[in-house]
Each structure stands twice: as structure tokens, then as C-alpha cells.
């Protein structure tokens, strides 16, 4: 697969978890889970779904620092 193709279905990820996830809350941090971390037994994760999640982390956290600076 070339990287076009890659970045597309992250991409598409993303934007579903967007619409899904329309929290006010601030996170604790960049890899800070929300929640309780429920140990998976014998299931990974797909390559797109871990990389999808942190690009949409990274994305938020800038969203919030922007934010932040806006406001002084």
C-alpha cells in the first residue's frame, strides 16, 4: 500500500472519532487514558487504529494549547 492510501483511512478514522467524541473536557495529558484501561486478552489493535488514535490526541492537545493561548 503506499503511503497516500495510509494516510487516507487514518484520516478517515479521525474524523469518525471526531463526530463521535464531542467532548468538552480538557485531557489530563497526551497519552493519559480517559478512563479505566480494560486489559484485552488475545485482541490487538489494528496498525491504523493505534496510529489514528495518537494523531487524534496530538490534534486535541494543539486544539486546547491554542485555545488556551487565545484566551490571554
Known amino acids: ?3 497516500d492510501i495510509y494516510k487516507k483511512k487514518i484520516e478517515e478514522y479521525i474524523s469518525k472519532k ?6 468538552s ?3 489530563r495529558g497526551l497519552l493519559a487514558p480517559k ?3 480494560e486489559k484485552e486478552t488475545g485482541k490487538q489493535r ?3 487504529e493505534n ?5 487524534f490526541a496530538l490534534r ?3 486544539k486546547e494549547i491554542k485555545n488556551q493561548r487565545g484566551k490571554k
Open 1 to 3: 500500500m503506499s503511503l
Open 18 to 23: 471526531e463526530n463521535t467524541s464531542r467532548s
Open 25 to 27: 473536557d480538557p485531557s
Open 35 to 37: 478512563g479505566m484501561i
Open 46 to 48: 489494528d496498525a491504523i
Open 51 to 55: 496510529v489514528g488514535e495518537f494523531v
Open 60 to 62: 486535541q492537545k494543539r
